[in-house]
């Protein structure tokens, strides 16, 4: 090996006789390898003195127009919209987007992918994130990689961009208490993302701020209204109810669905707010109040902070450096599905 090149992978494939991908799946510590493989492997890397990031610098000196977004389920909502003002921004901006979709977004899957971005010299990188275990895959991609997390708060050290998620839920809370319901029900979205929690966590600060009674959230397997229903059926079936806060709207469909079955009145026996102000939500039975996320808006700030973090001299955009939180406020619409409580009759004697 030349004396004045730094060492490459390849090197590490050679000196350890194994393959190149054998080495990729080694630095990203995917499990299908022997552990003998392995050893050889970091032997050969720190006999080399390799560093998995060196490629990364390659990005600031054979940057392209292309931006690279690894996306996870775009056939949810919330991650179709953001891809959507993703690429809304991009063009805007003379930018084009090459997508990455993982399956799963745990460590392998994200390097991966950041990897077969950084192959095709993107300018930067931005990942929709909005699972846990995202989070801690982010932590592992080489600091020098230009990446902006889309969709997880300030729960990582990168750049990122989010919608509030707590204080959406805390609007949708409040108003519901301010309707002069006793307390709010929950229904929560799989825990294992974040915007779950954190709506859980603004519902619960809610709750906790006005001395309201804090019932036991039924927890959703997923995001559909299936599980919506699911959990409809047993918050019908309890007379104590009178308002509903779903963490998303499609939770709050099958809600709707498995009240009116019941025979439960939308909004005069139980009230019901959702989240997301998806595109149908106004054309539920009854229409459905919500918390509106600026999904257009979320874009353009994603690409901005990842334009502004790289530089741009067409555009006179220097490098900044700077590894901001940003968080977008979410908006309340209310519509008809909620309303004050009926009085409560007291039972014959």
């Known amino acids: 090996m030349d004396g004045d090149r730094a060492p490459v992978m390849a090197d590490v494939a050679r000196i350890a006789g194994v393959s190149h991908q054998t080495v990729s799946r080694v630095l990203h510590d995917h499990p299908n390898v022997r552990p003998r493989t392995r050893e050889r492997v970091l032997a050969a890397v720190r006999e080399l003195g390799y560093r998995p990031n060196a490629a990364a610098r390659t990005l600031a000196s054979r940057r392209t127009r292309t931006l690279g977004v690894i996306s996870f389920n775009t056939t949810l909502y919330g991650p179709a919209c953001m891809l959507y003002g993703i690429e809304q921004a991009a063009r805007e901006h003379e930018y084009s987007v090459t997508v990455a979709a993982v399956g799963t977004l745990d460590r392998y899957s994200v390097l991966d992918a950041v990897d077969r971005l950084r192959d095709q010299n993107v300018a930067g990188i931005v990942v929709i994130a909005p699972q846990t275990a995202a989070v801690g895959a982010l932590a592992n991609v080489p600091a020098d990689v ?8 300030t729960h990582t050290a990168l750049v990122s961009v989010a919608v509030d998620n707590e ?9 519901l208490l301010d309707l002069g319901h006793r307390t709010v029900h929950h229904l929560v979205g799989p825990r ?3 915007d779950a929690q954190e709506r859980e966590a603004g519902w619960r600060a809610a709750l906790e701020k006005r001395g309201a009674p804090v019932p036991e959230p039924s927890a959703g397997a997923d995001w559909t209204a299936r599980t919506g229903y699911e959990h409809g059926r047993r918050i019908a079936a309890d007379p104590e109810v009178t308002a509903v806060f779903c963490a998303n709207d499609h939770l709050a469909l099958g809600l709707l669905r498995a009240l009116q079955q019941a025979g439960r009145r939308v909004p005069e026996d139980i009230s019901v707010v959702g989240f997301d102000d998806m595109p149908e939500a106004e054309y539920f039975g009854p229409s459905l109040t919500t918390v509106r996320q600026d999904f257009d808006e ?9 334009i502004e973090l790289v530089g741009d001299p067409d555009a006179g955009i220097p490098a900044s450096g700077e590894r901001p939180h940003i968080v977008i406020p979410p908006s309340l619409v209310v519509r008809t599905s909620a309303t004050r409580p009926r009085p409560r009759t007291e039972s014959p004697t």
């Open 167 to 175: 204080a959406g839920a805390e609007l949708a809370t409040s108003y």
């Open 146 to 153: 230009p990446l902006v997390a889309v969709g997880c708060g």
């Open 192 to 194: 294992s993302w974040l």
């Open 298 to 306: 979320l874009g353009r700030r994603a690409l901005r902070a990842l």
